[in-house]
């Protein structure tokens, strides 16, 4: 898969749309608990895109998790938009998500008796708003699924499925859109193609873009790439480039 910047990448904005303070989350594991997250400290700015990467294992999905209010740190806080969601009631919190996060599943996490356009316009329905019919037609064929918006769930292939979660998680045009393992399950003209669309959503539309990939070449289209081993934020590197983030990764597995 070839990646290109088409244009110069713009300054990011100053504002805050995350913040992570000491972030820890561990989990009951047997004897011991298991440490997933270790005191991530880290702050991404409105209109950022940034690319998470370490080892498997080393907390990248339990992070995003966190982040986007799925899960509760077991420390820390978690700020998005300015707001502490870490202190946040489930039913406040299930609010908050609706209207401001966007996250692509690595599952898929689709709706099996809804068809596509109905797993895509889900988070709209459940927030009580009417879907626009213009934007619904633009987002659907950003992503590559005109034609497609009445076959349900099994009728899809795996890439086809990813593009569904990842058109649902843009639908609501979110403040922060965070994405586990996006392209994972597509071929390399559709994962070009995604990215753009996830490009497009930090730098034209200021919103906040955070994904978890394994591939040197998605990371290298962030404006940042961050690196995670045994929980902790070891590194990052800024404008990226597949060579810098290929060698990283190689003495990350050293």
């Known amino acids: 898969m070839t990646i290109q910047h088409s244009a110069p990448r713009p300054a990011v904005r100053t504002e805050a749309a995350v913040h992570l303070e000491d972030l820890h989350k561990s989990y009951a594991g047997g004897a011991e608990p298991v440490h997933a997250v270790r005191g991530v400290s880290l702050t991404l700015g ?17 992070l995003l998790a966190c982040a986007a209010g ?13 707001q502490d969601i870490s202190a946040f009631s ?41 879907p626009d019919a213009a934007h619904l037609d633009r987002l659907l064929g950003s992503v590559g699924l ?23 998680a843009l639908v609501t045009s979110p403040d922060v859109v965070l994405a586990d393992e996006p392209t994972g399950a597509l071929d390399s003209a559709t994962a070009a193609q995604v990215l753009q669309v996830l490009r497009t959503t930090a730098r034209e539309l200021g919103q906040t873009v955070v994904l978890v990939t394994h591939d040197p070449q998605v990371a290298a289209s962030a404006d940042r790439v961050l690196f995670l081993a045994d ?24």
């Open 46 to 62: 409105t209109g950022s895109f940034t690319a998470v990467m370490g080892p498997s294992g080393s907390g990248k999905s339990t």
């Open 70 to 82: 799925l899960d509760v740190p077991s420390r820390g806080r978690v700020v998005v938009g300015g």
């Open 90 to 130: 489930p039913d406040a919190l299930t609010r908050f998500r609706r209207e401001h996060v966007g996250f692509v599943f690595q599952a898929y996490n689709l709706i099996d008796h809804l068809s596509v356009v109905e797993n895509v316009t889900l988070p709209l329905v459940l927030a009580g708003r009417r």
């Open 146 to 168: 005109n034609g497609m918006e009445q076959r349900r769930p099994h009728e899809l292939s795996g890439g086809q499925a990813q593009r569904v979660a990842i058109a649902r």
């Open 231 to 254: 929980g902790r934020l070891v590194g990052q590197l800024d404008d990226p480039t597949v060579e810098q983030v290929t060698a990283r990764m190689i003495g990350l597995g050293r």
